[in-house]
């Protein structure tokens, strides 16, 4: 099941690829019709959507192989994601910070990725709820690890749910398949690395993500 599972997602994954390469193009040639360009906008928010959907669903279904290498500059990946993550979300109006101190993470590129993309999506999400919504994204170096830490002022989480929400299939939204920090997780302890939350209802939430400077080993966790 698992490998029918993780083939399925792979081939669905290439289709919407396309798809969202296309919206993108149209896009730009639509330059001048606004009403068209929201549509399209829309479109592509659904494909964004699935994607990551299907994406954590792969990676909840397979075992997990690291190919870990030193990253020297994360502010362009982390620009990306968050462009991914507006149009992901739909939320235009999120206002957000991106600080990056000097220095070099060791991570999977992809996972590093998928790691962040659930968080600054979640942190989207929570943000866009309001008005004057806003992501504070911040990464560096420490003594001992690298760490990156994704906060937002949306509306916090209840005492109840904090406690579970690294467990696969807990979600409050409706549109959510729980899985997000379940990945997060995962990943995160297969580079030997550490994931907290923090969360005050009515004032937002904080998570926090710490990589060991190095790992030697690397394949299923
Ligand atoms: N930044 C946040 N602010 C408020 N609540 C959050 C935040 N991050 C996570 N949560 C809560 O934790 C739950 C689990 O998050 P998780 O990312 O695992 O799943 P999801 O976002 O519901 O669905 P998916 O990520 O699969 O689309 C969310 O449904 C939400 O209730
Ligand atoms: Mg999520």
Redesign the pocket.
């Known amino acids: 099941m698992g490998q029918m599972a993780a083939s399925l997602a792979h081939e669905l994954r290439n289709p919407l690829g396309s798809m969202d390469l296309y919206c993108s193009l149209l896009h730009k040639d639509l330059v001048d019709q606004p009403s068209s360009r929201e549509l399209l906008e829309k479109v592509q928010q659904g494909i964004r959507l699935l994607d990551?959907?299907i994406r954590?669903c792969l990676q909840f279904s397979r075992d997990i192989r690291l190919r870990p290498e030193h990253i020297e500059d994360i502010e362009p990946f982390l620009d990306d994601v968050v462009e991914s993550a507006r149009l992901g979300t739909g939320c235009k109006d999120v206002v957000v910070s991106i600080e990056v101190a000097p220095g070099s993470l060791y991570a999977d590129r992809s996972a590093l990725s998928q790691i962040v993309n659930?968080l600054v999506?979640?942190?989207f999400?929570?943000a866009g709820e309001k008005a004057g919504g806003e992501v504070v994204i911040s990464a560096g170096p420490t003594d001992i690890c690298y760490r990156i830490i994704v906060s937002?002022n949306?509306?916090?989480?209840s005492e109840e749910?904090l406690p579970n929400?690294f467990e696969p299939f807990?979600?409050?939204?409706r549109?959510?398949?729980?899985?997000?920090?379940?990945v997060v997780h995962t990943l995160v302890a297969a580079h030997r690395g550490q994931v907290s939350i923090n969360?005050a209802l009515g004032k937002g939430?904080s998570?926090t993500v710490e990589f060991p400077d190095e790992f030697l080993e690397t394949g299923t966790d």
Do not use: F, H
């Open positions: 990551g959907i954590n659930n999506r979640n942190a999400e929570a937002d949306g509306p916090g989480i749910l929400v807990v979600t409050a939204k549109q959510g398949t729980g899985l997000g920090l379940s969360s939430t998570v």
